[in-house]
């Protein structure tokens, strides 16, 4: 009691030498001018220059595993195709490494975030402070997929058999999006959430979806200006060029010897499960996505099984029918599922609102490394779906660095096809060099 009391006592006494101390200031209209001024981020272009290395507008790449989880930093083969390198020392910036430099001859950042939106919005907003030399922003890596558009399962309704195979997902396939949403905003019990269960078919029921900003913020991120739509526009069109097709062909045969295995043992399980014949091409380059049928699902828990791919799918409709009009349900979309975007946008959205800052445009490339959930079968008891009783397992080292190398091929291709529009076709000045598995 004494302490607490010593302690009241003790805060009283500070406040009154506060107020008897004639430092408190009296704020004027001119003062919260200055004050203002002085809290305008850092568009001084000469300490920019300096921070990344040029008076010229750069291309922003961000990433986010620095290899802790796979084993590859996402950064990798950007960090392999830098020209003029210059390793910014962790303890000037709040992003966990970044390098400067070109690639193709056009000046870069590669910058990786940390893992999770905390870490990626707190180096974003501080890479905003030059924004003035940012031409534009790409967030790459790698992400959890459905194993088809509209998933294997989807309840309520089409329980009795699992969805016919259609535009499978394959390991290596490549969302390009703007658009986002927090798999994590919503409000439920477990009693709604787990309705159903241990039938796979079951959808998690809940009280409030990602809608509610009310509850928790904004949760659905669909901002684009023409700008961010051309950028992934253009990064789209790369990936349909013969230029593509000749850089991805380094990684085919990585891809028969360390993906294709498990994903004929997957699909295979799937099929034996479902009853349903999974036919693949052989692989020529990844299936690239777009911003029709895929954003970025964001959550902080690493989720699988078919229920949360449903809830997943059906976030991923109401933030594309938000973003482009068009009328979606579950059934239309694919489940992109990563932890960054709802970090990153709302920290590009806030600085592209404020007046008398340069726009930065920005999307999201995120390529498949894992499915979203295991194969499937009908449930013993005789009630609904359950996962198969020995799914085969995926090495996410070789799966993850196998989705780094896909994407990195479509990000590098743009900045080459850049390269050729300036240098005027100079092959020798825009060579691409495979990268290295
Ligand atoms: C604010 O600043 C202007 C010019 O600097 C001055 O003319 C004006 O008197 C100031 N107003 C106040 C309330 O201090
Ligand atoms: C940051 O680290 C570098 C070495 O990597 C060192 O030279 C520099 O003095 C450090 N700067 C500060 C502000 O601590
Ligand atoms: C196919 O499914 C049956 C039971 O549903 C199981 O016994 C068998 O091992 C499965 N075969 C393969 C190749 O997965
Ligand atoms: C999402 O699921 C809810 C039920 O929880 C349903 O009312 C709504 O129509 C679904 N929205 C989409 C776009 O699929
Ligand atoms: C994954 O693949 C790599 C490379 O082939 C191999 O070294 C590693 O042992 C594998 N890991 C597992 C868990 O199978
Ligand atoms: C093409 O680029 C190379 C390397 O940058 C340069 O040496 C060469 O002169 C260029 N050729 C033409 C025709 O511009």
């Known amino acids: 009691m004494f302490l607490v009391r010593g302690k009241a006592c003790r805060v009283a006494v500070a406040f009154t030498l506060l107020l008897l101390g004639g430092d408190l200031p009296v704020w004027s209209a001119n003062d919260t001018q200055s004050i203002k001024a002085a809290w305008q981020p850092t568009q001084d272009s000469l300490s920019c220059a300096k921070r990344f290395g040029t008076s010229q507008k750069v291309t922003f790449i961000m990433v986010a595993d620095p290899g802790t989880y796979s084993g590859t930093p996402e950064s990798s083969f950007y960090v392999g195709a830098v020209q003029s390198k210059n390793d910014i020392p962790a303890n000037v910036t709040s992003c966990s490494d970044l390098l400067t430099g070109t690639i193709f001859n056009q000046p870069v950042v590669v910058a990786t975030s940390g893992i999770g939106p905390v870490a990626a919005a707190l180096c974003t907003t501080e890479m905003l402070q030059c924004s003035s030399l940012i031409k534009d922003f790409i967030y790459v890596g790698t992400s959890g997929w459905s194993s088809q558009l509209g998933g294997v399962l989807n ?60 509850l928790y913020g904004s949760c659905i991120f669909t901002a684009h200006s023409k700008a961010t739509l051309s950028l ?13 097709a000749a850089n991805i062909a380094a990684l085919a045969t990585d891809f ?73 349900t579950q059934y239309d979309v694919i489940a992109v599922s990563a932890m960054e975007a709802v970090g990153v946008a709302p920290a590009i959205n806030l600085h592209n609102g404020m007046s008398g800052y340069d726009q930065v445009p920005y999307v999201f490339v995120r390529a498949n490394s894992d499915y979203l959930y295991q194969p499937i079968q009908r449930a013993k008891s005789g009630n609904g779906w359950e996962t198969v009783d020995n799914p085969p397992p995926a090495n996410n080292s070789v799966n993850f660095r196998f989705a780094i190398g896909t994407s990195s091929t479509a990000v590098l291709t743009m900045l080459q096809l850049r390269c050729f529009q300036s240098a005027g076709n100079n092959a020798t000045a825009c060579a691409y060099t495979p990268l290295q598995f």
Not at 168 to 196: E, F, H, M
Not at 232 to 244: C, G, M, N, V, Y
Not at 296 to 320: C, H, K
């Open 155 to 214: 309840a309520p309704g089409s329980c009795k058999e699992a969805n016919p195979p259609r535009d499978l997902a394959r390991i290596g396939d490549i969302a390009v999006t703007p658009y986002a949403a927090n798999w994590a905003c919503k409000l439920a019990d477990y009693s709604g959430q787990c309705k159903g269960a241990p039938n796979l078919c079951s959808y998690p029921e809940e009280i409030y979806g990602p809608q509610e900003a009310r």
């Open 232 to 244: 992934a526009d253009e990064l789209i069109s790369a990936t349909r060029t013969p230029q593509f």
């Open 256 to 328: 028969e010897k360390t993906i294709a295995p498990y994903e004929t043992e997957y699909f295979a399980a799937m099929s034996n499960g479902t009853g349903h014949q999974y036919n693949f091409p052989p692989w020529h380059g990844p299936r690239v996505w777009d911003y029709n049928v895929a954003a970025e699902i964001d959550s902080q828990f690493f989720y699988s099984g078919v229920p949360w791919d449903m809830v997943a799918r059906n976030y991923t409709a109401q933030t594309l029918i938000l973003a482009t009009g068009k009328s979606l």
